[in-house]
């Protein structure tokens, strides 16, 4: 088994921990500790709201979590000879759960507290929690479903440079300014207001925790893209932006429908992660990657063949205005008619809106190019339900 080069203590939040990891992206953050290329090692994470949410029924929880805290990541990992041009690759070996710890949980977040993707259709907090047994999940917030989990980073990616984070800061301030008071915010700003940075102390941690760049979204630099197929088998190329790259890694998910899209997404949960690190230099000229990361999927994925497919298009649900080639709208109408569909087959709206967010649905984008309407679909495996809710030819009993 690869060393365990970061370890986790379940019963400390992540400030607390023998080696603090961090949940602010700056190049300045300390690595954790250095590898060699070609060298595998594991590492334990939280769970990315550094233990705010339980095992019980009080959807409280998610209303009121503490955004500035997440996502608490593991790490970084210095990996010694990479400079800024080189290619980092990560090869993802094995991922999994604690025994202590074999529930995960997912929450429609409120509109008070950033909100979700139907937000406003699903204005309020609702909470999930998931139970494990072996690779398969089943909830009893939830009844009537079971699927085979496929465990991945929510959140894995490397340090900016200086200059990558001013550009990061400035881009998203702006944006900010053209509609300050908007609620949800239009974009998370650094704020020095539960910061964990490491191992940074006094006037260090104070300049760092102000221009720290927070890990909501993805960016140039990978982070929190929330892609399901990143999995046991996959290999990541990160373009490098500072020496040793400072890898960091968080946010497992046990499971997670395409688009994340109840914000508290996918089957959250504490767990570790066994990589592999090696080097292509000057890879980023040599291959062109330069602006995002790429990778390759892993083969193991759950073999669900059977599905029922929804579609959205480009038009306004509620004022029936046409979008010209929106695929964001497409997707959130082809989500609203999955919800409106399970309804029928016994699920509340908030129900079915967790179960796509963590159930292992594909989300496509089918059309862009037939103006004015995107095409987006929503693909839910059929097996993953106890009765079959396709529509019958058959009369009603």
């Not at 603090?20 to 700056?26: A, D, E, I, L």
């Not at 009121?64 to 000879?81: A, E």
């Not at 914000?263 to 066994?274: A, H, L, S, V």
């Not at 690190?277 to 040599?286: A, D």
Request: proline share 7%; with cysteine.
């Amino acid at each position: 088994m690869p060393k365990k080069l970061f370890s986790i203590d379940l019963n400390k939040t992540m400030d607390q921990q023998a080696h603090p990891g961090h949940n602010r992206w700056h190049p300045d953050i300390p690595a954790a500790f250095s590898v060699e290329p070609g060298e595998s090692f594991r590492m334990e994470c939280l769970d990315w709201t550094d233990g705010q949410v339980g095992n019980n029924d009080d959807a409280n929880e998610i209303k009121y979590v503490n955004l500035n805290r997440v996502h608490v990541l593991s790490g970084p990992v210095y990996v010694n000879g990479v400079e800024p041009g080189d290619l980092l690759v990560v090869d993802i070996l094995d991922i999994g759960t604690f025994p202590e710890h074999e529930w995960g949980f997912n929450g429609i977040f409120d509109k008070t507290n950033e909100g979700s993707f139907l937000v406003d259709h699903y204005p309020n907090a609702a909470k999930s929690i998931w139970d494990f047994n072996g690779i398969y999940a089943t909830s009893r917030h939830v009844p009537g479903v079971e699927f085979a989990g496929v465990i991945h980073p929510g959140l894995i990616g490397v340090a900016p440079s200086q200059e990558m984070l001013d550009e990061w800061n400035r881009r998203e301030r702006a944006l900010v300014d053209t509609d300050p008071d908007r609620e949800p915010v239009l974009a998370n700003l650094p704020t020095e207001d539960a910061a964990v940075l490491g191992t940074l102390k006094g006037r260090d941690f104070n300049r760092v925790a102000k221009e720290g760049a927070r890990t909501v979204p993805p960016r140039e630099n990978g982070g929190n893209c929330d892609i399901k197929d990143l999995s046991k088998g996959s290999r990541i190329y990160f373009p490098v932006h500072v020496k040793g790259a400072k890898l960091s890694v968080g946010d497992l998910h046990f499971s997670q429908g395409d688009g994340e899209i109840t914000f508290c997404g996918g089957i959250e949960m504490p767990g570790w992660i066994e990589l592999r690190v090696n080097v292509i230099k000057n890879g980023m000229e040599k291959y062109h990657i330069k602006k995002n990361p790429t990778f390759k999927p892993g083969s193991l994925l759950p073999n669900y063949n059977d599905y029922i497919v929804f579609e959205g298009i480009s038009v306004n649900e509620f004022t029936g205005e046409q979008k010209y080639n929106d695929a964001t709208t497409a997707y959130r109408n082809a989500v609203l008619n999955a919800i409106e569909f399970l309804k029928t087959r016994g699920f509340t709206g908030e129900q079915a809106y967790m179960l796509l967010g963590t159930a292992p649905v594909q989300g496509t984008v089918a059309g862009i190019v037939d103006v004015p309407n995107a095409c987006c679909t929503i693909a839910i495996p059929r097996e993953i339900f106890k009765d079959d809710i396709v529509p019958s030819l058959e009369p009603d009993e």
